[in-house]
């Protein structure tokens, strides 16, 4: 779908456009506005928006914006014409009002007509999608081109690629700035996890389309792991709210991982991942059971701390049944306000796999486990500290060292997911 609008002025019109960007700014600042040159310096000095600038017309600017009209880049032309005075480029003119005839895009050439065109686009709903075109296994550009085809008849979509060297939750933050009725992660857990902390506490919702190797975020929350139904779930727009959390200021949406889990994730490497897929962690975490080491763990709650010796400690928000080690209770709600903490005090790697072995079947069976060597218990908020320091994982990814403070924040996430799901506190009603 289209996402600029253009603005055009004669310069016995300029200050009806100025008047007209300051009025509509809302609704424009929503898209991408491209402007002739001096229309465009006026409208980004007296209206404040940005603009991207052409040349100016008798130069040549309306032929650039017939090219983006060309191009399908364009939702709507606003080109106020003053029709009492002839200009030296008329042909330019006449070709705009043509090559948007050709193409049926919405053109406005009087304030009247503006206005109405702008209302009708008031109406689309504008979202950004945040896409990772490292993730998973998939073809990105067959997978984005798909998502562009089937959300783009009802989404007005931006798109903007997951880039190393740019701050994701900047990008995030500028797309709420802009105005963005949703933003969808397209990538794995990391991705997900990272536009959610920067959507947390607000209303605007978070979509998801799994593209990673394990979506645990997806699969706890019974969004469709397929491209075409994650789009469909989106397209319905039934929300949720569910918790997030704060594991030392960074937002985390899964759980993090103390000991056994920080081990296995660094050893399902990229590498490992992409000839392996979701493999590569039950693989890595074979290789781990053989070495864990116990650690002292002291675990504070409530300002009451207590000692523990432990190989594994999981602090969930929320967790699909095969995150194994989450599931002390069988089931991690992910809307009650709730961390749910699973500590595992097994000595031997013997014990390691009894333990593993009844926390499996915990979830699957959804009831806690009543295995010696776990200990289960929900809090609103944990500080770990651990000797020697430990690798921390935050939803699925390395995120530093002990110690830790995690904060729940209750419902502080709305997420575009189908309404009942496993995990769900409702379910249990
Ligand atoms: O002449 C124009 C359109 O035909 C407008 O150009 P400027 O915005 O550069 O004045």
Do not use: W
């Not at 928006?49 to 914006?65: C, F, H, K, N, Y």
């Not at 017939?66 to 080109?79: D, L």
């Amino acid at each position: 779908m289209p996402t600029s609008v253009a603005l055009i002025a004669h310069d016995g019109k300029k200050d009806d456009m100025v008047a007209f960007a300051q009025r509509f700014k809302a609704i424009l600042s929503r898209y991408h506005v491209i402007a002739t040159g001096t229309t465009g310096q006026r409208i980004q000095a007296e209206a404040a928006l940005t603009v991207e600038r052409m040349q100016s017309g008798p130069l040549g600017g309306d032929a650039q914006i017939s090219a983006r009209v060309v191009e399908g880049s364009v939702a709507a032309v606003v080109f106020l014409i003053d029709p009492l005075y002839a200009q030296p480029h008329e042909p330019d003119i006449q070709a705009l009002l043509r090559i948007c005839e050709v193409h049926n895009v919405p053109l406005a050439t009087n304030l009247a007509t503006a206005e109405a065109v702008l209302t009708q686009l008031n109406k689309a709903r504008v979202g950004h999608l945040i896409f990772n075109p490292v993730a998973g296994q998939g073809n990105p550009d067959n997978d984005l081109a798909l998502i562009s085809r089937l959300l783009e008849p009802q989404i007005q979509l931006n798109v903007i690629y997951t880039d190393p060297d740019r701050d994701l939750t900047q990008q995030v933050q500028m797309a709420l700035e802009q105005g963005t009725d949703l933003i969808i992660a397209a990538g794995g857990d990391g991705t997900v996890s990272v536009v959610a902390g920067g959507l947390a506490e607000t209303t605007t919702p978070l979509g998801v389309i799994p593209r990673g190797t394990a979506n645990a975020f997806a699969v706890a929350l019974g969004i469709p792991t397929n491209l075409q139904d994650a789009c469909a779930t989106i397209l319905a727009g039934s929300t949720r709210l569910i918790d997030v959390a704060r594991c030392n200021g960074k937002a985390m949406v899964l759980l993090a991982g103390i000991g056994f889990e920080a081990n296995m994730v660094e050893r399902a490497n990229r590498d490992l991942k992409a000839r392996l897929g979701p493999l590569a962690y039950i693989l890595a975490g074979m290789q781990q059971v053989g070495g864990v080491e116990p650690f002292q763990a002291s675990v504070e709650m409530d300002n009451k701390s207590t000692e523990v010796t432990t190989g594994a400690i999981t602090v969930a928000n929320a967790a699909p049944p095969t995150s194994v080690l989450a599931q002390g209770f069988g089931q991690v709600m992910f809307d009650d306000g709730l961390l749910d903490v699973t500590i595992s005090t097994s000595k031997s790697p013997l014990q390691s796999i009894n333990a593993l072995t009844s926390l499996f079947t915990s979830a699957l069976v959804n009831t806690p486990s009543d295995h010696d060597e776990i200990t289960r218990l929900r809090t609103r908020r944990i500080r770990i500290d651990t000797d020697p320091p430990q690798k921390v994982v935050v939803d699925g990814d390395i995120f530093g060292m002990t110690p830790v403070d995690i904060e729940c924040i209750s419902q502080g996430l709305t997420v575009l997911a189908p309404l009942s799901t496993i995990g769900d506190s409702l379910a249990d009603d």
